[in-house]
C-alpha cells in the first residue's frame, strides 16, 4: 500500500513538472511580446528578452501615425466583427435548431452535403470570392462581412449537438399550450441555448476579428489605407515599402498587444460560458 501511494506520488510530481514545463514554453512568447511592446527600438527585430530601455512611444506612435490609421482599422474590424457575429450566431443557431427539431424530406441529405463541404477549409474558394466581389464591385468592408457570414450556418454541428440534449417533451408541452414553433424557438430554445449561443458569439468574432487571408485578398486592391482591417493594416505597416520593419516594428508589436486585448477580456469573463457550449455540444451528435 504505502508503495503503490509513493508511486502515485511520483506520479503525481511528474505530470505537474511537465504541466509546469509546457506552461513556461506556452507562455513565453507572449511575455516577450509585451515586453518587446514597451522597448525602445529603431533597428528592426527586437533580439533582446528584457528590455534595455521601456517606453510608450510604442502605443502612442501606432495611434498618432498619420501614415497609417490604427484607430480607423480597429473600428472597421470591429463593425466587421460585431456584424458578423450577430448575424453569424442568429444563422448558425437558427439551422442547428430546426435540424433538431424538424423532420423533413431533404434534412439527412443536407446533413450529409453539409458535413462533407465543412471538411474543406474556406481560403480555397478565396480565389473565386474575389472574382464574384470584384464583378459585383463589392471589394469592400461590405463585401468582407459577406464572406464571413455567408459560411456560417454550415457551422451549426455543435449547435445541433446541443439542441438534441434539450428534451422534446419541453417542446411538445409548449405547443399543446397553443405555441407556435417560432414562439417555442424563442421562449424556450434560445433561453436553454445561453452557453451555445455565447460559444458561437464567440467564435464569429474571434474569426473576422484575428483574420488576414480574407481580408488581405478582399481589400487588397482598395489602396485607401482607412478602409482596412486590423490584421491587413498591421501587415502592410512592415511590409509596403523597404525599411518599414525596422521603423515601425515595435509598434507593430504594440499593436498586436492591442488587439489581444478585447479577445482576453471576452474570454476572461465568458470561459464559463465557453466550456459550457463546447462540452454540451459535443454530448451527441
Same mark, same amino acid.
Given at each position: ?9 511520483l ?10 514545463l ?7 512568447? /507572449? ?5 518587446? *511592446?514597451?522597448?525602445?527600438?529603431d533597428?528592426g ?24 490609421p ?10 466587421? *466583427?460585431?456584424?458578423?457575429?450577430i $448575424? *453569424? ?8 435548431y430546426?435540424l ?11 446533413l ?17 470570392l474575389?472574382? /464574384?466581389?470584384?464583378?459585383l ?6 463585401g ?5 457570414v455567408?459560411?456560417?450556418g454550415?457551422?451549426f454541428y ?13 417542446d ?18 434560445l ?20 483574420d488576414f487571408i480574407?481580408s488581405g ?12 482591417? $486590423?490584421a491587413?493594416?498591421l501587415?502592410?505597416? +512592415?511590409?509596403? *515599402?523597404k ?6 516594428f515595435?509598434q507593430?508589436?504594440?499593436?498586436? $498587444?492591442?488587439?489581444?486585448i478585447?479577445?482576453?477580456i471576452?474570454f $476572461?469573463f465568458?470561459?464559463?460560458?465557453? +466550456? ?6 459535443a454530448?451527441?451528435?
Amino acid at each position: 500500500m504505502k508503495s503503490y501511494t509513493n508511486q502515485r506520488r511520483l506520479s503525481l510530481i511528474f505530470r505537474y513538472i511537465l504541466l509546469a514545463l509546457l506552461a513556461i514554453i506556452w507562455i513565453l512568447p /507572449i511575455v516577450w511580446i509585451v515586453l518587446a *511592446s514597451f522597448s525602445y527600438n529603431d533597428t528592426g527585430f527586437v533580439s533582446t528578452f528584457w528590455p534595455e530601455q521601456f517606453t510608450l512611444q510604442n502605443y502612442i506612435g501606432i495611434f498618432t501615425n498619420p501614415q497609417y490609421p490604427f484607430g480607423n482599422w480597429i473600428i472597421n474590424t470591429l463593425i466587421v *466583427s460585431l456584424a458578423s457575429m450577430i $448575424v *453569424s450566431t442568429f444563422l448558425t443557431i437558427s439551422v442547428a435548431y430546426v435540424l433538431s427539431r424538424l423532420r423533413f424530406r431533404f434534412r439527412k441529405p443536407f446533413l450529409q452535403i453539409a458535413l462533407v463541404l465543412g471538411m474543406f477549409p474556406g481560403f480555397m474558394s478565396m480565389i473565386a470570392l474575389y472574382y /464574384i466581389l470584384k464583378g459585383l464591385n463589392m471589394l469592400n468592408l461590405f463585401g468582407l462581412f459577406l464572406v464571413y457570414v455567408g459560411g456560417a450556418g454550415l457551422g451549426f454541428y455543435v449547435a445541433k449537438g446541443f439542441f438534441d440534449t434539450i428534451p422534446r417533451s419541453i417542446d411538445e408541452a409548449a405547443e399543446i399550450d397553443g405555441a407556435t414553433k417560432w414562439q417555442v424557438f424563442i421562449h424556450i430554445g434560445l433561453p436553454l441555448s445561453k452557453p451555445m449561443i455565447v460559444y458561437t458569439a464567440l467564435t464569429t468574432f474571434i474569426a473576422p476579428w484575428t483574420d488576414f487571408i480574407f481580408s488581405g485578398i478582399i481589400l487588397s486592391t482598395s489602396g485607401n489605407p482607412k478602409t482596412y482591417t $486590423v490584421a491587413y493594416g498591421l501587415y502592410n505597416m +512592415v511590409h509596403s *515599402s523597404k525599411g518599414m520593419m525596422a521603423q515601425f516594428f515595435t509598434q507593430f508589436i504594440a499593436g498586436c $498587444v492591442i488587439i489581444a486585448i478585447p479577445i482576453t477580456i471576452l474570454f $476572461v469573463f465568458m470561459q464559463k460560458f465557453y +466550456v459550457n457550449g463546447i462540452t454540451a455540444g459535443a454530448d451527441k451528435g
